[in-house]
T-cell receptor
Framework: DAKTTQPPSMDCAEGRAANLPCNHS???????VYWYRQIHSQGPQYIIH???NNETNEMASLIITEDRKSSTLILPHATLRDTAVYYC??????????????FGSGTQLTVLP | KAGVTQTPRYLIKTRGQQVTLSCSPI?????VSWYQQTPGQGLQFLFE???????NKGNFPGRFSGRQFSNSRSEMNVSTLELGDSALYLC?????????????FGPGTRLTVT
């Protein structure tokens, strides 16, 4: 799986959009970008994933650059409950053999009141 | 639909004992993966089961073992516990094995070895 780089921490005001960047310059053609988050002492929570098109679901939006070397997770209206460590992961897509997840150090997002 | 459940949520054991952790995946999910999470090592993959067969294994000693039942429920066993086994043990279920299927995690079992 390709390596990812994320800032160690970010703050965001409650009600504002939180934009979390991720660099994955060594991503290969069939690798997907996944985002998970982990609230303190809880299990990780799947947020969203994408290949090359921008994706949106009820939790967040994922913007992937055209060259696929970086992406941004957007939480449109951050709340205090969004305070968590956010992990960006790049891994094989359909047909890939590696199924286990490997989390890097992630970004600690703190939503401020 | 109910999420992934893990039992027990908290456990305290002494060195040398053995422990069994249980995981029930989301209904319809057939793949179960186990992870160990510690502050120092982060999230580390233990093994994955699909259709009662171990499909993938991480770099852990043989003291760590697992199995999956026909209803997709899975158990993980650690024998001869060591202090370093203290960790949050996470189970994740997925619809199937292989492919870009997202994994859904349970709340974890916090194991403390004294």
């Amino acid at each position: 799986d390709a390596k990812t780089t994320q800032p160690p921490s970010m703050d965001c005001a409650e009600g504002r959009a939180a934009n979390l960047p991720c660099n994955h310059s060594t991503i290969s053609g069939n690798e997907y970008v996944y985002w998970y988050r982990q609230i303190h002492s809880q299990g990780p929570q799947y947020i969203i994933h994408g290949l090359k098109n921008n994706e949106t679901n009820e939790m967040a939006s994922l913007i992937i650059t055209e060259d696929r070397k970086s992406s941004t997770l957007i939480l449109p209206h951050a709340t205090l409950r969004d305070t968590a460590v956010y992990y960006c992961i790049v891994r094989a897509g359909p047909g890939g053999s590696a199924r286990q997840l490997t989390f890097g150090s992630g970004t600690q997002l703190t939503v401020l009141p | 639909k109910a999420g992934v459940t893990q039992t027990p949520r908290y456990l305290i054991k002494t060195r040398g004992q053995q422990v069994t952790l249980s995981c029930s995946p989301i209904s319809g999910h057939r793949s179960v993966s186990w992870y160990q999470q510690t502050p120092g090592q982060g999230l580390q993959f233990l093994f994955e089961y699909f259709s009662e067969t171990q499909r993938n294994k991480g770099n852990f000693p043989g003291r760590f073992s697992g199995r999956q039942f026909s209803n997709s429920r899975s158990e993980m066993n650690v024998s001869t516990l060591e202090l370093g086994d203290s960790a949050l043990y996470l189970c994740a279920s997925s619809l199937t094995s292989g492919g870009s299927y997202e994994q859904y995690f349970g709340p974890g079992t916090r194991l403390t070895v004294t």
